[in-house]
């Protein structure tokens, strides 16, 4: 079973930064995806970024320029470094990882206020 701890979730003004951090309770190297969704009231749960085992990244649309993920697999922990938000982006951001099964953080609460 891994457990994943999300952090770095808060409040900031749009145009502003925040990183967010997921980190693993063990390795994170034979996940095939590590992935960032976000679920804003209201609205269906999104992916946001995904990187794979091979550092290939993908991000939506709406993310595209602003928002990178990266891995750290020396730290089990993968990021999500947020830039220009917008308070759209406002939601609870949940870390994912998949290898045979999708395993779940419990989500961290980001709030862009305009």
């Known amino acids: 079973q891994v457990q994943l701890v999300e952090s770095g979730g808060g409040l900031v003004q749009a145009g502003g930064s925040l990183r967010l951090s997921c980190a693993a309770s063990g390795s994170i190297v034979s996940f095939i995806f590590l992935s960032w969704y976000r679920q804003a009231p209201g609205k269906q749960r999104e992916l946001v970024a995904r990187?794979?085992?091979?550092?290939?990244?993908n991000y939506a649309d709406s993310v595209k320029g602003r928002f990178t993920i990266s891995r750290d697999n020396a730290k089990n922990t993968v990021y999500l470094q947020m830039n220009s938000l917008k308070p759209e982006d406002t939601a609870v951001y949940y870390c994912a990882a998949f290898r045979s099964q999708n395993y779940w953080g419990q989500g961290t609460q980001v709030t862009v206020s305009s």
């Open positions: 990187i794979t085992s091979g550092g290939t990244t």
